[in-house]
């Protein structure tokens, strides 16, 4: 011990040795930090103290924050719980949590426990804490907890990290905890991920587990149509609809109506019809097959016919042509019905909205003789429909000349042959306004006086009370529908009723409609007494007894003397619109006959 105060530690040592008291030497060399003697003492006299030998050397490497020679020491004196001691105090947890797997695994549950209680305590809740309180997990080889870790890790006001900590969650799930786990680790990661944008991980994630349909359905969700396309092309075909479905979907949700023609044109126009773009969707049709285009063309036409525009239905069909569908018959019978029973029509200005009413029926009647309706009673009925249009754009042209007056106002009267079709208020008004015009006074006030009842009757909502024998023995129709409303105004009928009243007080007309030779009222197509049907003139609708001038097709045929009177105010007036007239004939009849420009 002199020795050792002196500072002769290699003679103290060889004293307390002799002395037999190797201890001390080892104590001597320890209290002196020489590790290297105190152990070569410890090992070759004192075996005991050995492990005290490097307990204490390993204290001295823990205060000069050595930790890694401090753990070799403690191991080699076989002390593990010293060193798991030493990281705990340091906070070294993930050392800690090693040393414990491998050398006291008994304790490593409760090890665990404590550290998650130290790690909350902490305030490790925070984010930060989770994400250290993983990574040491993960280096402590604890990759189930360093999983729940990183899972844990939520609003973090940070997409980044917890993109990161959940895809390291799925990696190391995947490569080292059994199938099953990792299998669940990615069906809560793919979500969490899609939740904050990142569907192209997601669908990655999904991919390294073979689970398609959800990649799939994160690369839809993405709206990353092209690469969900490619899977299903090159993973699992019976995909493909499943895509195209969506991807439909998607363009009609987003109103994306441009690109989903592209796709699916069909869908597209629906769409368009949805939105209201009629334009656009008629526009579209029209680049695909007739068929088609006619759906949508009808589709738009009972659009304008609902909001009363009968007009642009009618324009839609004189520009796309009047396909012989028979589901398109009641919009062509609607358009033919709102525009007959339309005022402002009965003049010269509307001679280009009859026209083309005109026009539509002769295509259509022209495509319903190549069709399986040919010769059906829908088809009389649109030819029947097509020759009053024609009269109405025929009376229109002869409006805008005055030497066709008279012309006009036969077809006015010719046109209450066919009142089973038009409103009959309105066609006896126009009737009996055209005869006073051109001074036929006994016609006027028969057609006026049969106008007036029937603005009565339409009053009282029955035609019951109508006489008859004004008509008897014509081929103006008794049963005719009733008018559901008053087509004439209010101020117009007081007109004719003063008028009516005021020529019945005078008594100087005969109330009787004039006759021709054949004894029967003059624009009756039929002779009562004999059953025999004249042809209606094709300028006047008035029947033809002689001097006929024949077309090619059956059944057309006109008067001569009007025939030439139209070509004359033709000559004359050079009326665009009565060459209309002219050039419709010719197209509707097979040519014009070679008489028509003799002006005998």
Same mark, same amino acid.
């Given at each position: 011990?002199?020795?050792?105060?002196?500072?002769?530690?290699?003679?103290?040592?060889?004293?307390?040795?002799?002395?037999?008291?190797?201890?001390?030497?080892?104590?001597?060399?320890?209290?002196?930090? $020489?590790?290297?003697?105190?152990?070569?003492?410890?090992?070759?006299?004192?075996?005991?103290?050995?492990?005290?030998?490097?307990?204490?050397?390993?204290?001295?490497?823990?205060?000069?924050?050595?930790?890694?020679?401090?753990?070799?020491?403690?191991?080699?004196?076989?002390?593990?719980?010293?060193?798991?001691?030493?990281?705990?105090?340091?906070?070294?947890?993930?050392?800690?949590?090693?040393?414990?797997?491998?050398?006291?695994?008994?304790?490593?549950?409760?090890?665990?426990?404590?550290?998650?209680?130290?790690?909350?305590?902490?305030?490790?809740?925070?984010?930060?804490?989770?994400?250290?309180?993983?990574?040491?997990?993960?280096?402590?080889?604890?990759?189930?907890?360093?999983?729940?870790?990183?899972?844990?890790?939520?609003?973090?006001?940070?997409?980044?990290?917890?993109? !990161?900590?959940?895809?390291?969650?799925?990696?190391?799930?995947?490569?080292?905890?059994?199938?099953?786990?990792?299998?669940?680790?990615?069906?809560?990661?793919?979500?969490?991920?899609?939740?904050?944008? !990142?569907?192209? /991980?997601?669908?990655?994630?999904?991919?390294?587990?073979?689970?398609?349909?959800?990649?799939?359905?994160?690369?839809?969700?993405?709206?990353?149509?092209?690469?969900?396309?490619?899977?299903?092309?090159?993973?699992?075909?019976?995909?493909?609809?499943?895509?195209?479905?969506?991807?439909?979907?998607?363009?009609?949700?987003?109103?994306?109506?441009?690109?989903?023609?592209?796709?699916?044109?069909?869908?597209?126009?629906?769409?368009?019809?949805?939105?209201?773009?009629?334009?656009?969707?008629?526009?579209?049709?029209?680049?695909?097959?007739?068929?088609?285009?006619?759906?949508?063309?009808?589709?738009?036409?009972?659009?304008?016919?609902?909001?009363?525009?009968?007009?642009?239905?009618?324009?839609?069909?004189?520009?796309?042509?009047?396909?012989?569908?028979?589901? +398109?018959?009641?919009?062509?019978?609607?358009?033919?019905?709102?525009?007959?029973?339309?005022?402002?029509?009965?003049?010269?200005?509307?001679?280009?909205?009859?026209?083309?009413?005109?026009?539509?029926?002769?295509?259509?009647?022209?495509?319903?003789?190549?069709?399986?309706?040919?010769?059906?009673?829908?088809?009389?009925?649109?030819?029947?429909?097509?020759?009053?249009?024609?009269?109405?754009?025929?009376?229109?042209?002869?409006?805008?000349?005055?030497?066709?007056?008279?012309?006009?106002?036969?077809?006015?009267?010719?046109?209450?042959?066919?009142?089973?079709?038009?409103?009959?208020?309105?066609?006896?008004?126009?009737?009996?306004?055209?005869?006073?015009?051109?001074?036929?006074? +006994?016609?006027?006030?028969?057609?006026?006086?049969?106008?007036?009842?029937?603005?009565?009757?339409?009053?009282?909502?029955?035609?019951?009370?109508?006489?008859?024998?004004?008509?008897?023995?014509?081929?103006?129709?008794?049963?005719?529908?009733?008018?559901?409303?008053?087509?004439?105004?209010?101020?117009?009928?007081?007109?004719?009723?003063?008028?009516?009243?005021?020529?019945?007080? $005078?008594?100087?007309?005969?109330?009787?409609?004039?006759?021709?030779?054949?004894?029967?009222?003059? /624009?009756?197509?039929?002779?009562?007494?004999?059953?025999?049907?004249?042809?209606?003139?094709?300028?006047?609708?008035?029947?033809?007894?002689?001097?006929?001038?024949?077309?090619?097709?059956?059944?057309?045929?006109?008067?001569?003397?009007?025939?030439?009177?139209?070509?004359?105010?033709?000559?004359?007036?050079?009326?665009?619109?009565?060459?209309?007239?002219?050039?419709?004939?010719?197209?509707?009849?097979?040519?014009?006959?070679?008489?028509?420009?003799?002006?005998?």
């Amino acid at each position: 011990m002199y020795l050792e105060d002196e500072g002769k530690f290699e003679e103290a040592e060889a004293e307390f040795i002799r002395a037999g008291k190797p201890k001390e030497a080892v104590l001597m060399f320890v209290h002196n930090q $020489d590790w290297e003697a105190a152990q070569r003492v410890a090992e070759a006299h004192d075996p005991d103290s050995v492990a005290e030998v490097l307990v204490g050397q390993a204290r001295g490497a823990l205060e000069e924050k050595d930790f890694q020679k401090a753990e070799g020491l403690l191991l080699r004196a076989q002390r593990p719980g010293l060193a798991l001691n030493y990281y705990k105090e340091a906070g070294l947890w993930s050392d800690a949590l090693r040393i414990c797997k491998d050398y006291v695994p008994g304790q490593l549950e409760a090890l665990q426990e404590e550290y998650e209680r130290e790690a909350t305590k902490k305030g490790g809740r925070g984010v930060e804490g989770l994400v250290e309180q993983a990574r040491q997990w993960e280096q402590a080889g604890e990759y189930g907890r360093a999983v729940d870790c990183y899972l844990k890790v939520r609003d973090s006001g940070s997409g980044g990290l917890m993109e !990161k900590c959940w895809m390291k969650a799925a990696e190391l799930s995947i490569k080292f905890l059994p199938p099953q786990r990792s299998l669940e680790v990615v069906r809560v990661v793919g979500p969490q991920l899609i939740g904050i944008g !990142k569907h192209s /991980a997601a669908a990655e994630l999904y991919l390294n587990l073979d689970l398609v349909k959800e990649a799939i359905d994160a690369f839809i969700e993405g709206e990353e149509w092209n690469k969900a396309k490619r899977v299903a092309k090159e993973l699992d075909p019976r995909y493909e609809d499943y895509v195209d479905q969506h991807y439909k979907e998607f363009l009609k949700n987003q109103g994306k109506v441009d690109s989903l023609v592209g796709v699916d044109v069909v869908a597209a126009l629906d769409l368009y019809v949805e939105q209201g773009q009629w334009d656009k969707c008629i526009e579209t049709a029209t680049k695909q097959n007739y068929k088609i285009l006619h759906k949508y063309v009808a589709l738009y036409a009972t659009h304008l016919i609902r909001e009363g525009g009968y007009a642009q239905a009618l324009a839609l069909y004189v520009q796309h042509g009047a396909p012989a569908n028979p589901q +398109n018959f009641n919009i062509y019978k609607r358009i033919f019905t709102d525009m007959v029973s339309s005022p402002g029509t009965n003049n010269a200005e509307a001679y280009h909205s009859w026209a083309d009413l005109r026009d539509v029926l002769f295509n259509l009647c022209e495509n319903l003789v190549k069709s399986s309706e040919a010769n059906s009673a829908a088809h009389e009925e649109f030819e029947m429909m097509l020759l009053i249009a024609h009269y109405y754009a025929t009376r229109s042209a002869a409006q805008s000349i005055k030497q066709l007056e008279t012309v006009a106002a036969r077809l006015s009267i010719s046109l209450l042959r066919h009142t089973q079709l038009l409103p009959a208020d309105k066609a006896f008004y126009e009737a009996g306004t055209a005869a006073k015009e051109v001074g036929w006074e +006994n016609m006027a006030f028969i057609f006026l006086n049969r106008f007036l009842d029937l603005t009565d009757a339409i009053e009282e909502g029955t035609l019951d009370a109508l006489d008859h024998s004004d008509f008897q023995d014509t081929d103006i129709p008794f049963e005719v529908p009733l008018p559901a409303k008053q087509h004439v105004p209010e101020a117009q009928r007081e007109e004719v009723r003063d008028w009516v009243l005021t020529v019945s007080m $005078d008594q100087r007309l005969e109330q009787v409609l004039p006759r021709d030779e054949r004894g029967v009222y003059e /624009a009756s197509l039929v002779a009562a007494s004999t059953g025999v049907r004249a042809l209606p003139c094709l300028i006047t609708g008035y029947p033809i007894l002689r001097n006929k001038i024949e077309f090619k097709r059956p059944g057309k045929a006109a008067n001569k003397d009007n025939w030439n009177k139209f070509l004359m105010a033709i000559k004359t007036s050079h009326s665009p619109v009565c060459q209309d007239v002219l050039k419709f004939i010719s197209q509707w009849c097979g040519g014009l006959p070679s008489t028509s420009f003799s002006f005998q």
